[in-house]
């Protein structure tokens, strides 16, 4: 299962990676952004109606602000599967701790 | 299977959002603030409205049969909130976040993820001023409801043709994830149409976002099932229970 798996996730770090080493001049930016142009093309005299409710001073700070949302994700995640898969044993050892 | 409170509380929930759309004049990412119309923003978190009720006491329900489905709830809530935040490059030159959301549809049903959903949007659309809370109800929609309840519908299906666990989940999870930017450019395109025409408008974001989405899709269809046959080998009777393994 282990060989599996990690076959799975070494695919998905080539799918991940291989835009940016094929795609040399890309920029990526996020697809939100682009239907944002997209909409002003279509539509140049839409105005959105509503603002964020806060600004981000640069993108060091969304970066910062997006690996904070994944390490809190990974981190429970992580926890969880942890204690899960690890279960079995302390379950047996506490049990006959009494 | 549903308490009668709770049935009340949905069907008066969907009454109330038929009635209030009824009257209201009609014209991948997440939806960014402010690019839906107040009508259409209104519109779709009416829609959506009912299925946050369900959702509500469905994981209720399911947190009450045992108290260790909190704690995979938690794991799914847990493993939507690392997928949707990470921008990952994609074969078209620009970049977007898968949703997370296909696994825990698979494990809790889709109404359970359209809370899970809200709950991402919120942290997302207050912290990182990503997607909106205009546009709130629309992408709970795409991401919470749509998205799942595909990812659901594929999964149940697989397991009446006996498809192998692994399989299942990936085309299960590829195809919700698909879904909901099918439904964020199909959104977009019906409130903004070329010169009247959402066709036009909905092949051009359809472009934008369902193209970029395909290698996404398919990365988290991948991880979906690696983390799933870890549940499978160490959680099998939670699964069970669940009755999404045999």
């Given at each position: 299962?282990?060989?599996?798996?990690?076959?799975l996730i070494?695919?998905t770090?080539i799918?991940?990676?291989?835009?940016?080493i094929?795609?040399?001049n890309?920029?990526?930016?996020g697809?939100?952004?682009?239907?944002?142009?997209a909409?002003?093309a279509?539509d140049?005299?839409?105005?959105?109606?509503?603002?964020p409710m806060i600004e981000?001073?640069?993108g060091?700070v969304e970066s910062?602000?997006?690996?904070?949302?994944?390490?809190i994700?990974?981190g429970?995640a992580g926890?969880?599967?942890?204690?899960?898969?690890?279960?079995?044993?302390?379950?047996?050892s506490?049990a006959r701790?009494g | 299977m549903?308490?009668?409170?709770?049935?009340i509380?949905?069907?008066l929930?969907?009454?109330?959002?038929l009635?209030?759309?009824?009257?209201a004049?009609?014209g991948?990412?997440?939806?960014?603030?402010?690019?839906l119309p107040?009508?259409?923003a209104?519109?779709?978190?009416l829609?959506?409205?009912p299925?946050l009720?369900?959702g509500?006491?469905?994981i209720?329900?399911?947190?009450?049969?045992?108290?260790?489905?909190l704690?995979?709830i938690?794991?799914c809530?847990a493993?939507a909130f690392?997928m949707?935040?990470l921008k990952?490059?994609?074969l078209?030159?620009?970049?977007?976040h898968?949703?997370?959301?296909?696994?825990g549809a698979?494990?809790?049903g889709?109404?359970?993820?359209?809370?899970?959903?809200?709950i991402?949007?919120?942290f997302?659309?207050?912290?990182l001023a990503?997607g909106?809370?205009?546009?709130?109800?629309?992408?709970?929609?795409?991401?919470?409801?749509?998205?799942p309840?595909?990812?659901?519908?594929?999964?149940q299906?697989?397991?009446?043709?006996?498809v192998?666990?692994?399989?299942?989940?990936?085309?299960s999870?590829?195809?919700?994830?698909m879904m909901t930017?099918?439904?964020t450019?199909?959104?977009?395109?019906l409130?903004h149409?070329t010169?009247g025409?959402?066709?036009?408008?909905?092949?051009?974001?359809l472009g934008i976002?369902a193209?970029?989405?395909?290698?996404?899709?398919?990365s988290?269809g991948?991880?979906?099932?690696?983390?799933?046959s870890v549940?499978?080998?160490y959680n099998?009777?939670?699964?069970?229970?669940?009755?999404?393994?045999?």
């Amino acid at each position: 299962m282990l060989k599996k798996n990690l076959i799975l996730i070494a695919l998905t770090l080539i799918l991940a990676f291989v835009p940016l080493i094929v795609l040399k001049n890309a920029k990526f930016e996020g697809a939100d952004g682009l239907a944002e142009e997209a909409v002003l093309a279509i539509d140049p005299e839409y105005v959105p109606w509503f603002e964020p409710m806060i600004e981000l001073p640069s993108g060091e700070v969304e970066s910062l602000l997006f690996s904070l949302q994944a390490a809190i994700g990974a981190g429970v995640a992580g926890f969880i599967l942890g204690r899960m898969t690890a279960g079995k044993k302390e379950v047996d050892s506490s049990a006959r701790k009494g | 299977m549903y308490t009668k409170t709770a049935k009340i509380a949905i069907v008066l929930s969907s009454a109330a959002a038929l009635v209030l759309l009824a009257a209201a004049p009609s014209g991948a990412m997440h939806i960014m603030e402010g690019f839906l119309p107040p009508l259409w923003a209104l519109g779709w978190g009416l829609i959506s409205l009912p299925f946050l009720v369900a959702g509500y006491f469905s994981i209720k329900r399911q947190v009450e049969v045992s108290h260790k489905y909190l704690v995979l709830i938690a794991m799914c809530g847990a493993f939507a909130f690392v997928m949707s935040s990470l921008k990952i490059p994609s074969l078209t030159g620009s970049s977007s976040h898968p949703t997370g959301v296909g696994l825990g549809a698979i494990l809790f049903g889709p109404s359970a993820m359209a809370i899970i959903g809200i709950i991402v949007l919120l942290f997302q659309a207050f912290f990182l001023a990503h997607g909106g809370l205009t546009t709130l109800g629309a992408n709970v929609f795409s991401m919470g409801i749509a998205g799942p309840m595909v990812s659901f519908l594929v999964y149940q299906l697989m397991k009446q043709l006996k498809v192998k666990s692994s399989t299942a989940v990936f085309l299960s999870v590829f195809s919700g994830n698909m879904m909901t930017y099918i439904v964020t450019a199909t959104q977009l395109a019906l409130a903004h149409p070329t010169n009247g025409d959402v066709m036009t408008s909905l092949i051009k974001f359809l472009g934008i976002f369902a193209l970029t989405q395909i290698p996404l899709a398919i990365s988290e269809g991948l991880v979906s099932v690696v983390v799933f046959s870890v549940l499978e080998k160490y959680n099998s009777e939670a699964l069970k229970a669940l009755k999404v393994i045999a």
